[in-house]
């Protein structure tokens, strides 16, 4: 990558420092010359930043609805590429840059945007393929890491329409003994019917049966809001139903949820890989634990059966660091992190654009490193806005998300050393009006819940912390 920027600048410096001839204007950096013998071309220009900033998603078995991966494919779209990156609606990127250093920033500079423009701009020229840099050798079968381990998902038939509930599934974990994950990729066939998925490693609990997912029934309105609001995206009793992988027979008896989900590792869109390499960190998961899935489908239109498969790389080494995350979520074992969000008090008004939902404040109790952001609201959210209060008073936006977009959860990396006693203050805002063109509906009161059409405002933040540290070492409720 590195290499790459260098040569691109070298070709910059080239045609900036090139002899004019008889007075020609010296072309500004990816602006071609005024007789078009140097117009940009794909292969010397253009594929490079694609390489870098595209083909995670635009490559066969991707996300992205077309491949960057060569002239032939990008070549119709050069249009379309043009107008995407000069509105920065492409790559996916919303961190407001004035705020924070994300070392995963794949937003466009804009000497990249202007070459790409004038690539389009002057013809979308292939040029000569010796030009090009070293195509990137993604790994087969769409991961993006090579996994050293897969756990293939019972397959699951999602239907054209209708409301799908958050469904709980335990599967064994592949790992035999003791192992540190070093990065993890959740992969779905199908990903236009999930809306999210996530999964945590627990341990073995003989009294509940593998294979089997259990959900609760929750009364829902006409237009799929829940009948009873109580502050939780979705209850933990009442009437359960049982169905086994492979079977459409359900049974319902009326108790308890057995299965606690959370939010260890999450595929959302736009958040495809948790890698933890780069920060030589790992998660321990202990020898025979479970897996315990939570699997949230969502209608697309078609009838589709999806069958997700989880990739992890392992190390032998044990890391000095570990990695641990604070969500937000139901079934966490720290009452402290289910609370922060005060989600009994968020209540958007109908018709309001600018509704501010209960912040969050946690103030840490020892010197940590955060290592990631990870805003999450549903349609409905409009802004989100982390602010450190370090011990001396002084304030910090450590990362500021100005037009939060449901459809693009996206992971901001970064390294944040945090001295104890400081807080993080977390702010969503919410858009319950017309202006907003994801809202399903502005005449309606919206409450915290699990559907895309109910709201969520969870300020997830991933740390590195020492090997014995826990979660409930390092944060407090304010
Ligand atoms: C994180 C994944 C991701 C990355 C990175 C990404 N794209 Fe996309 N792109 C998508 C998805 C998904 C869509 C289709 C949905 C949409 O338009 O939002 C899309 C759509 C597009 C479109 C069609 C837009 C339209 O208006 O129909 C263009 C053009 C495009 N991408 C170009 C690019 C270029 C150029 C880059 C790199 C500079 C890039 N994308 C990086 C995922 C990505």
């Not at 013998?37 to 390489?51: D, E, R």
């Not at 974990?173 to 627990?202: R, Y």
């Not at 995350?325 to 922060?340: A, C, K, Q, T």
């Not at 100005?402 to 858009?431: C, E, H």
Request: with cysteine; glycine share 8%.
């Amino acid at each position: 990558m590195a290499i790459r920027h260098i040569l691109l600048a070298l070709v910059f410096v080239g045609l900036m420092v090139g002899t004019p001839v008889r007075g020609e204007e010296v072309p500004k950096p990816g602006e071609a010359g005024a007789n078009g013998a140097q117009a940009p071309t794909f292969y010397k220009n253009v594929v490079g930043i694609f390489q870098e900033k595209c083909q995670s998603c635009h490559r066969p078995n991707q996300i992205g609805p077309f491949s960057l991966l060569d002239y032939q494919s990008a070549r119709p779209w050069a249009k379309a590429i043009k107008s995407a990156v000069m509105e920065r609606k492409m790559p996916p990127w919303l961190a407001n840059p004035k705020y924070g250093h994300f070392n995963n920033d794949r937003s466009l500079s804009q000497a990249e945007i202007d070459t790409i423009a004038a690539w389009v701009d002057k013809g979308s020229l292939a040029g000569d393929a010796k030009d090009a840099p070293a195509p990137v050798r993604w790994p087969d079968g769409g991961w993006t890491v090579q996994p050293d381990t897969v756990v293939d998902l019972p397959p699951y038939a999602v239907k054209a329409a209708g409301v799908v509930e958050w469904e709980s599934v335990l599967i064994p974990a592949p790992f035999k003994e003791d192992t540190w994950v070093t990065s993890v990729q959740i992969l779905p066939s199908d990903p236009a019917v999930v809306h999210h998925m996530c999964f945590e490693f627990q341990k073995y609990n003989p009294d509940l049966p593998f294979n089997v997912y259990e959900w609760v029934e929750i009364p829902r309105e006409d237009d799929g809001a829940a009948k009873v609001y109580d502050g939780r995206p979705h209850p933990t009793e009442g009437t359960i139903l049982r169905r086994a992988v492979g079977s459409t027979e359900v049974t319902r008896f009326q108790g308890k949820l057995t299965i606690k989900g959370s939010n260890q590792f999450c595929y959302l869109p736009g958040l495809t890989l948790e890698d933890y390499r780069p920060a030589k960190a790992a998660v321990l998961v202990p020898a025979g634990s479970t897996m315990a899935v939570d699997v949230h489908y969502t209608a697309s239109g078609k009838d589709s059966v999806d069958r997700t498969r989880i990739g992890f790389t392992i190390t032998k080494t044990p890391p000095v660091k570990k990695f641990i995350n604070l969500g937000g979520g139901d079934g966490d074992e720290n009452p402290v992190n289910s609370r922060i969000q005060d989600n009994m008090k968020l209540a958007i008004p109908p018709n309001d654009g600018n509704y501010a939902g209960p912040p969050a404040d946690i103030t840490f109790k020892k010197d940590t490193e955060l290592v990631w952001f990870r805003p999450h609201a549903h349609q409905r959210g409009k802004s989100a806005r982390y602010t450190l209060i370090y011990p001396d008073g002084r304030e910090e936006i450590v990362l500021d998300v100005p037009r939060y977009d449901f459809n693009w959860q996206l992971t901001y990396r970064t390294s944040l050393k945090i001295p104890a006693g400081s807080r993080m203050n977390v702010q969503f805002t919410y858009d319950n009006s017309v202006n907003n063109k994801y809202n399903p509906n502005p005449n309606k009161w919206v409450y915290y819940g699990g559907q895309s059409w109910e709201e969520m405002g969870t300020p997830n933040m991933g740390f590195l912390v020492d090997q014995n540290t826990k979660k409930e070492d390092i944060i407090k409720e304010q």
